[in-house]
């Protein structure tokens, strides 16, 4: 049996509103997520322009299919998962997955950052990026989940589809990765 998962407010009206309502809801939504899916999106796909296209890509398909949601996860999960499947769409057709693996090094990722317009970390911020660069993808977005979006262990592992000890072993390996690529940088 599933139980409904407490909501916002404002799903109601994304749903079932029209005119002005829909709109308030439709702003409400944007105003609390469009700021962590983009900054899920942009550690996934690492460029700006991809990540606020991917971002965009899903806050349509959260329009077009918000009369599907059921409320047996919380809106925040399956909205998630909306923006993985974007992501993951834009790895797929850009080619990303393949200049991955063409700079495996965090010189070389903290070289693009550096250049990159839209990233305005300190020298820890782009230190810290580029360490989550030679990550595996999925210690990668586990640890982009739980660290940048503050998301408990048992969301990770319902939005990638895996058990919550294995979201939480993730994690303490990519941490341990990241704070060991950290220290040996600072030498």
């Known amino acids: 049996m599933h139980v409904a998962k407490p909501q916002p407010d404002w799903i109601e009206d994304l749903v079932e509103a029209e005119g002005l309502l829909r709109e308030r809801a439709y702003t409400t939504m944007m105003d609390t997520w469009h700021v962590p899916i983009y900054s899920y999106l942009r550690g996934m796909l690492n460029e ?69 317009p839209f990233f305005d970390g300190d020298d820890a911020e782009l230190k810290l990026h580029a360490a989550l660069q030679i990550l595996p993808a999925r210690q990668r977005e586990v640890f982009t989940l739980r660290y940048y979006q503050e998301m408990a262990y048992a969301d990770i592992a319902e939005l990638i589809g895996t058990s919550e000890g294995a979201a939480k072993a993730s994690y303490f390996h990519a941490k341990n990765k990241v704070q060991v690529h950290l220290i040996s940088s600072t030498d």
Do not use: C, M
């Open 48 to 116: 700006h322009d991809d990540a606020e296209d991917a971002t965009q890509e899903t806050f349509v398909q959260v329009l077009r299919s918000i009369h599907l949601f059921r409320g047996e996860s919380k809106f925040s999960t399956w909205l998630y998962a909306i923006a993985r499947r974007k992501g993951l769409d834009a790895l797929r057709s850009r080619k990303q997955l393949a200049l991955r693996y063409a700079h495996p090094n965090a010189a070389d990722w903290e070289t693009r950052l550096e250049s990159d």
